[in-house]
Each structure stands twice: as C-alpha cells, then as structure tokens.
C-alpha cells in the first residue's frame, strides 16, 4: 500500500499516472459503500426529506449540472439548500453579493439560502443525495469536488484534462484540508495534489478525516 507523503500541495509538478488496481477496487469500494449507506440511512433520508418540505416551499431535491471524468456532464443532487427561485443567480444577488460570488464562488452569509438549509450546510448532510451519483458513476466517494463548466474549468488553465481524468468526489483533500476557509486559488492546487498523489492510504486517511471535519465544521458554511 503507497503511503502518502508530506509533499506540499504547493510544491510539486502535478501529472497523472493510470493505476489501473486501484482504479478497479476504488470503483468497487464505491459501489458497495453508497449501496450500503443508502439502506442504513434510507430513515435519516425520509425524515430530511419531510423537514425540507415542511420550512420552505420548493422540491424536496436541488440537482445542477457539474463537468464530470472525460469532461462528460452530469446532474449532482442535494437537498435543497436556497429558497425556490426560478431566476438565476445573478439576478437573486445583490451587484456586490454577486462580485464577492465570482472571486472564489461562494458567498459567507448567502441570502438565498433558508434556515433550515444553513444547518443542512453546516453538518454537510445537504451532500447525502450524492451517494446516488457514486451509485451510478458519476462520482466517487474520494475525489476532487465536483466543478461547473462555467466560472470553473478554466480556472484550472493548462491542468483542465489533468482535473478530468478522474471522477469527482462527494469528500476529498480539500475537504478535509481546508474547505472554504481557502482560496480558490489553494482549492485548485489541492485537487491537483490529491490526483498527483492519490493512493489508497491516502484516501482511508481522507476517509476518516472527513468525520472530523464534519463534527468541527471547519470550513463549513
């Protein structure tokens, strides 16, 4: 089992390498893990399911469009978070809110947001739904977070394909390694680390620190 080193994420060259074994039993791990998980927590599902309904008005579900492995598009889902708004978000936004949007995609105090949603964010269960893509593909359990074509990819200039050689994941290295408490700028370097240095051991060490980052709620917003 390759262990992962102390390399800093800001002090390599990322590059890609197949690893064909742990490809195969990382996309084992993942099927057995979301179908595993979403019969243990079918009643924790049905109850948020019932919450998100009864504060706010709007579908139970929030599906977007994310730029999956090979650049194929998919549908995230969540619960829904924000209040039931047709309009897009730069309508929904104050000109300030929408440029304090645009520097790192995120917003600390989001006014779209609902109560109830501010506490699903905190405790991160707003993700649960995604064990869904992990079922069918679209994602991992371990990866980088999964990113919009538009304002996004290009960020990662010459390392786009780099960032699309794998799937995306419902936790990762920047996950537990900062979340938004970093710059998008750190978050880029920290995707591309975890794909440079991606092994097992690195993501049963990935695995477990996101439990932690989830009960301190670092990062969370």
Not at 49 to 65: C, D, N, Q, Y
């Amino acid at each position: 089992m390759k262990k992962e080193d102390n390399t800093s994420p800001l002090e390599i060259e990322y590059s890609y390498k197949k690893q064909p074994v742990y490809d195969f039993f990382k996309r084992f791990c993942d099927i057995f893990v979301s179908l595993f998980s979403l019969i243990l927590l079918s009643p924790v599902f049905l109850v948020l399911m019932i919450l998100v309904k009864a504060t706010s008005e709007g579908p139970i579900f929030f599906k977007h469009r994310r730029v999956g492995k090979g650049g194929v598009d998919f549908y995230v889902y969540k619960f829904r978070t924000m209040k039931h708004d047709s309009r897009s978000i730069a309508e929904t936004l104050t000109k300030e809110e929408f440029e304090e949007y645009l520097v790192d995609l995120k917003l600390k105090e989001d006014p779209r947001v609902t109560k109830f949603g501010r506490l699903l964010r905190k405790s991160s269960l707003d993700e649960l739904p995604q064990l869904f893509n992990i079922l069918k593909g679209d994602m991992s359990l371990i990866g980088p977070r999964p990113i919009l074509r538009e304002y996004e990819l290009e960020r990662f200039g010459k390392y786009q394909d780099l960032l699309l050689k794998v799937r995306p994941g419902l936790t990762g290295y920047w996950g537990t390694h900062g979340r938004n408490d970093t710059t998008y700028e750190e978050r880029i370097k920290m995707e591309l680390y975890y794909i440079t240095k991606r092994s097992f051991w690195m993501d049963t060490k990935i695995f477990f620190l996101t439990f932690k980052a989830i009960f301190t709620k670092k990062g969370a917003i």
